[in-house]
């Protein structure tokens, strides 16, 4: 059963803790490109031959250039009503996480403070030698010689511990997942949703399109995350 608006709010109102898992569609309201859907290519490139450890080493200035782009995307951007709307239902709760996908920095710009960066920051490189972390610049090497990787989680890399760890804790513990913005095709980031679900949570999702994960949510809505997030808050 498909629940309406009105108790997904009050289902958020009651909870006495909530997770919330975010992907790039929260950040598409500021500017920031999603990866699949409408305007979610680079080029021709899909995120998938990009974002992975074989394509920088076989052309790592393509992938630096990408990274470069989508970071000034980043540096352009401000947050926007779903991520401000986040920061506040964190503050009404004692028992909140914001689990995300985003490499961006724009939650914690709006004011959230308990977030578990799934795959990692873009604004941190990493020396892929000596391990070094750094703000992102226009180095391409390390002072040890090592060339200079974005931060970020790429496909076949393992998530960082610790966050998963806190992530898959904070929705095995939920009474509320509120999923805003992910196309629910990446793991192990979506198999949270049906974890919550196997959990006795309540799931509600938020996305401009179906997901893999619609049918089976208590409650799917279809918009606009700057919309309908601060619609959800329980005091509004
Ligand atoms: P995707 O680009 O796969 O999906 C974005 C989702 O947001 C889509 O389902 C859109 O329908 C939805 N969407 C777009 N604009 C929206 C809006 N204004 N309000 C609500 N929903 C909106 O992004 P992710 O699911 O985050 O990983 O992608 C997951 C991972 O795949 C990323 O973290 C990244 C990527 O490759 C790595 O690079 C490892």
């Not at 990493?126 to 180095?139: F, H, L, P, T, V």
């Not at 806190?166 to 509320?176: F, M, N, Q, T, Y």
């Amino acid at each position: 059963m498909n629940a309406s608006k009105e108790d997904a709010r009050s289902w958020l109102g009651n909870a006495q803790s909530i997770a919330v898992l975010t992907g790039a569609g929260v950040s598409a309201e500021s500017g920031i490109p999603t990866f699949r859907g409408a305007g979610g290519l680079w080029r021709n490139f899909r995120a998938e031959d990009l974002a992975t450890p074989e394509a920088f080493a076989e052309n790592p200035d393509l992938v630096r250039e990408w990274y470069q782009w989508r970071r000034a995307a980043v540096r352009k951007a401000a947050p926007n009503p779903a991520h401000y709307a986040l920061a506040k239902l964190e503050r009404c709760k004692r028992g909140f996480l914001l689990i995300t996908q985003n490499v961006d920095d724009l939650h914690e710009r709006a004011g959230s403070r308990n977030v578990a960066k799934l795959h990692g920051a873009i604004m941190i490189d990493r020396c892929i030698q000596c391990q070094r972390e750094r703000e992102a610049g226009d180095q391409d090497n390390c002072e040890c010689g090592g060339r200079l990787r974005p931060g970020v989680v790429w496909f076949g890399e393992a998530l960082p511990e610790r966050e998963f760890l806190r992530a898959a804790a904070a929705v095995e513990k939920c009474d509320v997942l509120l999923v805003v913005g992910t196309s629910a095709v990446v793991y192990p980031a979506a198999g949270l949703i049906p974890s919550a679900t196997f959990h006795r949570a309540k799931v509600i999702e938020v996305n401009l399109e179906e997901t893999p994960f619609s049918a089976n949510v208590d409650c799917s809505l279809r918009g606009l995350a700057g919309e309908i997030l601060p619609d959800l808050l329980p005091d509004s």
